[in-house]
């Protein structure tokens, strides 16, 4: 069995079944002994980044390895956005490439020469900011070591993506008979102790709480600990608001769920913050979109506890926390769960309280059914009325799509919906290539823009080559919808690359189904929008389903900034969102017991 051979088998062993590829001749014995694993199905994409990209989506669905393979030099460079992209959204996933031959790899990586050897580039510099775990194989003794050990570092703590580089020569070497180096990881990392005085902390602050609230992250969902997380919450009777990552962690309908804070979140949540006297944040880094750009105004009447896996980002300044409880939530749920919380105060009204906020200020509203063109909001409710309790969903990072689909979707219990958090990249709705294969192949949507869709347009023919049902939703407004508005209200109206009238093109994009062989649907208008969504879901392939948008429509609730004499933006109150309640209805939102 050779090097590759072996890293195959080990990666099938773990169940892992999907690879996203591009073949490569440096990573041409990785390539072979890919195509000799039938358990592991190649995804053959067009670009590196869509590879990692889908590697992280796959991930973060199916709740195993994501798993790419990419060539040396420009196959490595191509995958660092994805990566990247993994590593801050916490992807468990593998990256595999190959390298010119080791005696080329090691005086790179001892060096500061800027190549060596066929497409040779130090790999590791590139990559190490975007890695937990990154190792070159320079001997077949050491393969067994380096893929344990990166496989377990993925997924532990805070997961997220590892790199092994394989130099050409060593691809195709035979194993050793017996391979005497393994990895263990350490028997019991966290002490018990450790996780019951959490518990403690947190439901000794919980039982004085007479506004308590918890704020929930994609860490749940990472720990596995979603149905324990539920039954915390009902058992204390504990209103939830969910981050952008979060979102699919309970359904929208739960009487407990009020919605999803941020700068631009709904005003249900942000107003609820600004209420809450205990803050218990579990699985979130807290982002700056999550907490604003003034976090000291975030949840300034609170006790915040945050629970976090990752210490660095428990670390960093930002919102007034009163205990940093560094933790893994799939130890502490469990437990956090069985914990006795004696509430001192009854906080029944303060959870209707939040219901009612939650059906008050809806981020769908009537007017946006009205107009010549659809509203993105009218779409993003349309679609998800008419999407079953197992849809998965992946909304691109970039583009207005993102806001408005973490404000406007409604999650149902089942539901599972993606996007790009941290980087909110453009371009990551190939990744529904990714969440497509996680899904079993089942029909998957992704929703992004006209100027974003452009970014990993190349997807398009790999999306044909499955023929698989993935429904790609693509918002039209002419353009850089988001980058106007900034221009707007920044730069005095100065518009510069955001149409074509500012030198900026985006094709149609049923234009550009066609071209690709894909089934092209356009809905011009509010009315056509259920029946011809309604064919783009039945229809059993792919389709591209381009959306005519205003190319004004704004994008609200969000918190607002004002521009002062010297030019230096300043937040508004968290709670006080654009556009802005009047004085008296916004001091109404006070909740008084
Ligand atoms: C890779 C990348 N490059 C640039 C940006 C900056 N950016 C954010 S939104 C946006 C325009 C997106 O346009 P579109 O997809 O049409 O969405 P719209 O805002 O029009 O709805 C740009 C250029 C980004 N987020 N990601
Ligand atoms: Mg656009």
Redesign the pocket.
């Known amino acids: 069995m050779t090097v590759s051979e072996y890293m195959m088998n080990f990666l099938k062993n773990k169940s892992v079944d999907t690879a996203f590829v591009v073949v490569g001749g440096l990573a041409m014995y990785l390539n072979d002994a890919l195509c000799k694993t039938p358990e592991i199905s190649p995804v053959f994409v067009h670009h590196e980044q869509a590879a990692a990209m889908s590697a992280d989506a796959y991930a973060r669905i199916s709740g195993k390895l994501g798993f790419a393979m990419v060539t040396a030099g420009p196959g490595v460079l191509n995958t660092i956005n994805g990566l990247v992209g993994g590593y801050v959204d916490s992807a468990p996933m593998m990256i595999v490439s190959g390298q010119a031959n080791l005696p080329f790899a090691a005086h790179m990586n001892d060096s500061n020469i800027r190549q060596y050897g066929i497409q040779g580039i130090n790999t590791e510099d590139f990559v190490k900011h975007g890695t937990k775990y990154y190792a070159l194989i320079s001997d077949p003794a050491e393969v067994a070591y380096h893929l344990e050990r990166a496989y377990y570092t993925a997924f532990e703590g805070r997961p997220g993506p590892v790199w092994l580089e394989v130099p050409l020569n060593i691809q195709r070497m035979e194993m050793p008979k017996n391979i005497t180096r393994h990895f263990t990881a350490k028997e019991n990392p966290v002490s018990e102790e450790k996780t019951v005085a959490i518990c403690n902390k947190i439901s000794h602050a919980l039982s004085k709480a007479k506004r308590p609230l918890v704020l929930a992250g994609q860490g749940v969902r990472l720990a596995g600990v979603v149905d324990e997380f539920i039954q915390f919450i009902e058992k204390n009777t504990l209103p939830v608001v969910t981050t952008r990552l979060g979102i699919d962690i309970i359904e929208y309908e739960h009487r407990l769920y009020v919605g999803h804070p941020g700068t631009q979140g709904d005003r249900a949540a942000n107003i609820t913050i600004q209420n809450a006297d205990v803050i218990v944040v579990l699985g979130s880094r807290m982002s700056t979109s999550s907490v604003g750009h003034e976090p000291r105004m975030f949840g300034e009447d609170a006790e915040i506890y945050v629970v976090d896996a990752d210490n660095e980002e428990l670390n960093k300044p930002g919102p007034d926390i009163k205990e940093r409880l560094n933790g893994d939530l799939r130890y502490i749920m469990p437990k956090l769960l069985e914990a006795p919380v004696s509430f001192t105060h009854n906080h029944e009204g303060w959870a209707d309280f939040c219901e009612m906020l939650k059906l008050k200020y809806p981020v769908m509203q009537a007017e946006y059914k009205e107009g010549d063109k659809v509203n993105s909001y009218y779409l993003i409710d349309k679609l998800c009325s008419m999407l079953d309790d197992d849809a998965v969903i992946l909304v691109?990072?970039?583009?207005?799509?993102h806001p408005v689909g973490a404000q406007g979707w409604k999650i149902k219990k089942g539901q599972r919906y993606l996007t790009s958090g941290g980087l909110?990249?453009?371009?990551y709705w190939c990744a529904v290539l990714g969440a497509c294969a996680a899904n079993n192949y089942k029909d998957t949507i992704a929703i992004?823009?006209?100027?974003?869709?452009q970014?990993n347009i190349q997807e398009l023919a790999t999306i044909k080559q499955l023929s698989k049902p993935i429904k790609i939703i693509v918002?039209n407004?002419n353009?850089?919808?988001?980058?106007r508005h900034t221009q707007r209200n920044f730069m005095d109206d100065r518009l510069f690359g955001e149409s074509p009238a500012s030198g900026l093109f985006?094709p149609s994009a049923v234009t550009m189904a066609e071209a690709y062989g894909i089934k092209g649907v356009r809905i011009n208008k509010p009315e056509e929008l259920e029946s011809k969504l309604a064919e783009v879901l039945a229809f059993d392939g792919p389709v591209v389903c381009e959306v005519m948008s205003p190319e004004w429509q704004l994008i609200v609730p969000r918190v607002a900034s004002d521009r002062l004499p010297d030019g230096t933006l300043r937040q508004r109150g968290f709670d006080d969102m654009f556009p802005y309640l009047p004085e008296d209805e916004l001091a109404a939102c006070k909740y008084i017991r």
């Open positions: 691109d990072g970039g583009g207005s799509v909110a990249t453009m371009g992004t823009g006209d100027g974003t869709f970014m918002v407004n353009g850089y919808l988001s980058i985006c």
